[in-house]
């Protein structure tokens, strides 16, 4: 691709500064605050990583102990809120119900006009998030209304006891939290900016994270996970992948899943998330989607030079652990609320309206013609 070709779209432009994330840069690759994302998917938990963005520093073994607790015991629904989910349609897509969800939230639980309980804001976003996203989905799809209390520890055992009705297994909700550490923080990209031109307008945290979620829901951004999901499962075997994306590819179709904005070569979590989905599905004994995957991710890369992003092997890592995959973009939320929260409190630290200019392509001026001469 030529810088020319990039041009566009704010490709290449520097829009402010952020000492939470690199994302390709040399030297660095990927990191938040000063750590490397493999440490991070190796070592931490998401709460820890949740904890250092947030905060700006990885917690003591105290404050993470603290933090855990507060989270557990911030997943609660307010009654209203579970009127106004069980209000939204069955086939609603529920990143509308998580944009609905907070905005709700926002007029009962409004922020502080001088943002003193940011923190707490940005905490209750992250705990109730998952609460709102299955409580909508198991009422909808079972009848069922779900205690959100479930007393997991993590954030990936709280989504996976209440999808499943059960504590999951120590290698699913571990897969999970490091896809979460994964999704949580990615510099400027879309939906991260989108909320960062909301607080620059000293709006409130809820706004800034309903809009961000709208600009994460298209199939360009983190819808891309939901729509490789339906790609993957098109086909039966890898021969009949790699016959099927090269007619798209000649047919000029996107190939969801892959491609990137800032990365050339490669996605530093791709290698973190496709080891993720072989593991998985050799424990379901069954490696078809998987196989699958790699034959499109050669064919990509043999035919456009394109690479897997973040979000093609995601797809297959949720849907081994029985995740439906129109919760895929969603569970993308749960995580980067850490991200999008942690740039909203930094907007504002050092806040300017974020206002570009734009070259103006229109009609030259035109004399104004009165209604009944046109
Ligand atoms: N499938 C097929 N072709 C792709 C492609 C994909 N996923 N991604 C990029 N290309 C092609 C474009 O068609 C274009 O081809 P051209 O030069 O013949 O016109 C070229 O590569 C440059 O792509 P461009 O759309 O200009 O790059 P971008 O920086 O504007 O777009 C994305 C980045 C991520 C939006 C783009 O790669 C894409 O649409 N990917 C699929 C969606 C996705 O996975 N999004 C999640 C991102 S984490």
């Not at 973009?329 to 929260?341: D, H, L, M, Y």
Request: aromatic content about 8%; glycine content about 8%; overall charge negative.
């Amino acid at each position: 691709m030529t810088d020319k070709k990039k041009a566009g779209g704010l490709a290449g432009v520097t829009a402010g500064k952020t000492a939470l994330c690199t994302v390709g840069k040399e030297g660095a690759g990927l990191t938040y605050c000063g750590y490397d994302i493999y440490d991070l998917a190796d070592n931490a938990t998401f709460e820890e990583v949740a904890y250092l963005l947030l905060h700006g520093k990885l917690p003591t073994r105290a404050e993470l102990d603290a933090y855990v607790a507060k989270i557990k015991s911030l997943r609660g629904l307010p009654d209203a809120l579970k009127v106004v989910l069980e209000m939204v349609p069955a086939e609603a897509h529920p990143m509308d119900v998580l944009r609905t969800g907070v905005s709700f939230l926002g007029n009962i639980e409004p922020e502080a006009g001088d943002f003193s309980d940011q923190q707490d804001v940005a905490d209750r976003l992250l705990a109730c998030l998952p609460s709102m996203m299955v409580y909508w989905h198991r009422f909808h799809t079972d009848g069922v209304r779900i205690d959100t209390g479930t007393g997991d520890d993590s954030i990936a055992g709280h989504i996976l006891h209440m999808l499943h009705d059960k504590a999951p297994p120590a290698l699913h909700e571990q897969s999970l939290s490091t896809t979460l550490i994964l999704y949580a923080e990615h510099e400027f990209n879309a939906s991260t900016f989108a909320g960062r031109v909301i607080t620059g307008t000293l709006s409130d945290m809820h706004s800034a994270v309903s809009g961000a979620i709208g600009a994460l829901r298209g199939p360009l951004h983190g819808g891309a996970n939901e729509a490789a999901m339906a790609l993957i499962q098109k086909f039966g075997s890898p021969e009949e992948a790699t016959a099927g994306v090269l007619g798209m590819l000649e047919r000029k179709e996107l190939i969801m899943g892959f491609g990137h904005r800032v990365y050339t070569t490669s996605d530093p979590r791709n290698s973190v998330n496709k080891a993720m989905s072989k593991t998985l599905a050799e424990e379901q004994g069954d490696l078809t989607l998987y196989e699958v995957s790699e034959a499109i991710e050669k064919v990509m890369w043999d035919e456009k030079k394109l690479f897997a992003n973040a979000d093609f092997f995601a797809a297959s890592v949720y849907h081994f652990m029985g995740i439906p995959t129109y919760l895929f973009t969603p569970i993308f939320v749960c995580s980067r609320i850490t991200g999008w929260a942690a740039h909203v409190m930094e907007q504002r630290a050092d806040n300017k309206l974020i206002r570009p200019a734009a070259d103006y392509i229109g009609p030259p001026l035109q004399e104004w013609v009165a209604i009944d001469d046109r």
